[in-house]
């Protein structure tokens, strides 16, 4: 008991004020996603083109983030986060309002891709900060209160939207864009100007040029990270491609036009209270049992709720299989990311590791509507849901083989593969 007991108390380290300031933009950023996002296949729609037309200005946006994110991550490595982070939210503010100024499908296509180039930018950048900034015993802890903060953001987002539904489909971009600025003001006058943020934590006669730079082939080394790189792929499949494409659509076709887009909007909004009511514990939770632990159960749930999911024709079946994986994506996703702040280890910049990562989920939300769509077409959704179920398994697997205890990599040291600096928050 006591031993839990210390645990838990060392996990209730305060958390740095820089990451407080992150978690402040992660709202607004996500709050104006959550704002845009319900409309912009609609928005697509009135420039005279189909569904599939439509679906590609949603699917853009995480091609160009797949692409771009080697490239953000070096520059991560070389000018520092808090540079790239305003950089990359600025990136997608211009994106955004020139989302509400243009006249065609084309311009919007374009604009739109922009975006996609400044959100990897600040996703990698926070990610990357975080990492370094986190103090050892309360990564899972923040690792949960970044997304919890992103949760929130996209719930309130919609709310926001149907207020504003009356002034047509092109203010929320205006506002969504004029937010992104706010919020970039904030971490540019919060962090940007701070030359400390360019200095090693443990040793601050280092400058940014000598802080040590994780590489994906260096973080490669550790088997959480491989392991992480799987399970960022299923997430990426089943949180992100099959929730907001598969999902509404099978509801539509189970349930018929009218109750169809009632129990998607349902599945939608319960998919993120049972994650929110996950993320109230799961951060804590993995700073006191570990990553590994809560990275299986996670995936597990997600295994088990969305190939149900596919077998259910009622309702409530549906319904409840949404809860359930909502609440696995919450219990996975700040282990797995506090898993790979221990591999990059404090004081050190893992843009470039954080790049592959972030490359990983994308690759996996843009494969997995895909090929999801096609076996739904191709055969029927019981196979679709089933067989995007199984890429869970790709990440059980990988995790299998995973230490309890991760340990930051070595640096330029491929013999060793593990480092000498023992990060014991995952035993």
Not at 147 to 160: C, E, K, M, Q, S
Not at 334 to 346: N, R
Request: proline share 4%.
């Amino acid at each position: 008991m006591n031993k839990f007991f210390t645990r838990n108390t060392k996990a209730r380290a305060p958390i740095p004020r820089e990451i407080g300031v992150l978690l402040v933009a992660a709202f607004i950023i996500a709050l104006g996603f959550g704002l845009i996002a319900p409309i912009l296949p609609q928005y697509a729609v009135s420039f005279d083109v189909g569904a599939a037309a439509a679906s590609v200005i949603v699917s853009i946006f995480a091609f160009t983030r797949l692409i771009f994110a080697p490239v953000a991550g070096a520059l991560v490595g070389k000018l520092g986060e808090p540079r790239i982070y305003v950089t990359g939210v600025l990136l997608v503010a211009l994106s955004t309002l020139l989302c509400g100024f243009v006249q065609n499908y084309t311009q919007l296509l374009i604009a739109r891709g922009l975006g996609g180039f400044g959100s990897t930018m600040f996703t990698i950048s926070a990610m990357a900060l975080i990492a370094r900034l986190s103090p050892e015993a309360s990564r899972g802890r923040i690792s949960g209160l970044y997304a919890g903060a992103f949760l929130l953001g996209n719930v309130a987002g919609p709310v926001l939207g149907s207020v504003l539904a009356p002034l047509g489909m092109r203010v929320p971009f205006f506002i969504y864009g004029t937010a992104l600025v706010a919020a970039a003001a904030v971490v540019y006058f919060a962090l940007g100007r701070r030359r400390d943020l360019d200095r090693d934590a443990e040793d601050p006669k280092k400058t940014r040029a000598a802080i040590e730079v994780v590489t994906t082939r260096e973080a490669l080394i550790s088997p959480a990270y491989r392991a992480a790189l799987f399970s960022g792929f299923s997430y990426g499949w089943l949180a992100f491609g099959i929730r907001n494409s598969m999902i509404p659509l099978f509801a539509l076709a189970v349930f018929g036009q009218g109750l169809g887009t009632t129990v998607a909007g349902f599945s939608m909004a319960l998919f993120a209270i049972g994650n929110g009511l996950a993320l109230l514990f799961s951060g804590k939770l993995t700073d006191v049992v570990g990553r590994k632990i809560p990275v299986m159960v996670g995936l597990t749930l997600l295994l088990v709720s969305i190939g149900s999911m596919g077998v259910f024709t009622s309702a409530a079946g549906f319904i409840i299989c949404s809860i359930f994986a909502g609440f696995g994506g919450g219990i996975l996703g700040p282990a797995q990311q506090a898993s790979i702040s221990d591999v990059i280890g404090t004081g050190r910049n893992g843009g470039k590791a954080l790049a592959g990562f972030q490359m990983s989920q994308d690759l996996g939300a843009i494969i997995g509507p895909l090929l999801a769509g096609f076996l739904a077409d191709a055969f029927n959704y019981e196979i679709a849901f089933g067989v995007s179920a199984l890429v869970a398994l790709v990440g059980l697997i990988g995790w299998s083989f995973v230490p309890r205890t991760i340990r930051p990599v070595a640096i330029s040291d491929e013999t060793d593969s593990i480092g000498s600096q023992n990060t014991d928050t995952t035993k």
